[in-house]
């Protein structure tokens, strides 16, 4: 049976939000790319599997998107936050006792970042590959084997054929099957939490202003969307120890949301479901190293973090910066190594880094004990009364030195 076998400069190795910025990205810089993904993305709101996450997008990654041609697509339909407000609310009752606002207009004319919701997202994705000529989507195909050798790969698909690149870019999610096929180990920490994510309205307008509540399991956190059926509406991201998310995932409706009323402190008076309830597993991961022969680890194959400060898409979007300059500054060293050395090396002390911190702020907000919650408050209150460490913090937010 001959083998048929068509060469690409780039394959992409998953259709999430990763993965198809990183196929328009690559696109649209000159390079031709084929992206695949065994699981074809759900691009509606309210069809079953629909991702109702929502993804933050910072300053540098709205730059990244411009570049990609997906921003203006995006635009029309982006929550901008403008004020980050972290509550804490870890005394006796759930109410709160230190409010702090970040606001960007400290650090930037520019709002921190904009919201948007994740299936929208792969839907205007799509559509911008589809304009693509160099660039071809394959939704339903999946990778079945990884051959490298110095000059190229060879990735075999679902569909029964070959693609041969310079560059294979694993962004194929936390369970990365072509990080697997190329042997790169990964360390995992696990927190015993999950996360619930859901959209509600709420009669108290947010005003831009993306709020995150410090009690304990974890943090409760609501970022503005659009209005939605003429009621202001915030994405809703829900961190407790496991077993409780699954309780919570089950109840009625309306105790559900007299439930979510009294986490959120009825900062925004009662809130209303406006989605079905998503529960999603909560862990911090880090590849050992970034690159492989001819493959580069992008996202949540080289690193995941709980969803805390917008830090994970972010941090995604940056390794792709740094990949795309090296592969502009040099189109002939595409995936040799000396380039994805030097792709690893500007990237994963970093990540590691990064990863560190919201794995401490992680944990800082999961305290149960009283006293450490007390702790937690006074740590807060700190670093908002220094002004200089407070702007730095928000620099260092938004991925800027």
């Not at 304009?131 to 990778?143: A, D, I, K, Q, S």
């Not at 690159?291 to 690193?303: P, T």
């Not at 740094?322 to 990540?351: I, Y």
Request: aromatic share 6%; net charge neutral; proline share 7%.
């Amino acid at each position: 049976m001959s083998t048929e076998f068509q060469t690409v400069d780039i394959l992409v190795s998953g259709g999430g939000v990763a993965g198809l910025t990183a196929a328009a990205l690559f696109g649209a810089a000159g390079f031709s790319v084929i992206c695949v993904d065994p699981t074809p993305p759900v691009t509606e709101r309210d069809a079953e599997g629909s991702d109702l996450r929502t993804t933050a997008f910072l300053q540098p990654s709205q730059a990244l998107l411009e570049q990609a041609g997906i921003w203006d697509r995006l635009d029309a339909f982006a929550a901008p936050l403008q004020i980050m407000r972290i509550v804490d609310a870890g005394g006796a009752q759930p109410e709160p006792r230190i409010v702090k606002d970040f606001d960007a207009a400290d650090i930037s004319e520019q709002p921190f970042g904009w919201n948007l919701p994740n299936w929208l997202l792969r839907r205007e994705m799509v559509a911008r590959l589809a304009e693509l000529p160099n660039v071809e989507f394959r939704p339903g195909t999946g990778t079945a084997s990884l051959f490298t050798r110095q000059a190229e790969a060879r990735v075999g698909l679902t569909d029964g054929t070959q693609v041969r690149c310079k560059l294979v870019i694993a962004a194929d999610g936390r369970h990365s099957p072509m990080r697997e096929a190329a042997g790169v180990p990964v360390k995992t920490t696990r927190y015993g939490q999950k996360a619930l994510a859901f959209a509600v309205t709420h009669p108290v307008p947010h005003e831009n202003v993306s709020t995150e509540i410090h009690r304990s399991g974890g943090p409760f956190t609501l970022v503005p969307l659009p209005d939605y059926d003429g009621m202001p509406s915030s994405a809703i991201v829900w961190m407790e120890l496991g077993p409780e998310v699954l309780r919570l995932s089950k109840l009625p409706e309306d105790e559900f949301e007299a439930a979510m009323t009294e986490r959120s402190c009825s900062l925004f008076g009662p809130l209303k479901l406006a989605s079905r309830r998503t529960v999603w597993p909560i862990i911090s991961q880090v590849a050992e190293r970034m690159y492989a022969e001819r493959v580069a680890l992008v996202a949540e194959a080289a690193h995941v973090v709980p969803p805390i400060g917008a830090q994970g898409l972010n941090m995604s979007l940056g390794d792709m910066r740094v990949l795309l300059e090296l592969a502009q500054a040099n189109p002939e060293t595409l995936g040799d190594a000396k380039m994805l050395q030097t792709f690893h090396r500007r990237r994963h002390t970093e990540v590691r880094a990064r990863v560190a911190g919201i794995d401490l702020l992680n944990r800082a907000s999961m305290m149960e004990a009283r006293p450490l919650r007390d702790m937690r408050a006074m740590g807060l209150n700190a670093i908002y009364s220094l002004g200089p460490v407070r702007k730095t913090m928000m620099q260092m937010g938004l991925g800027t030195r």
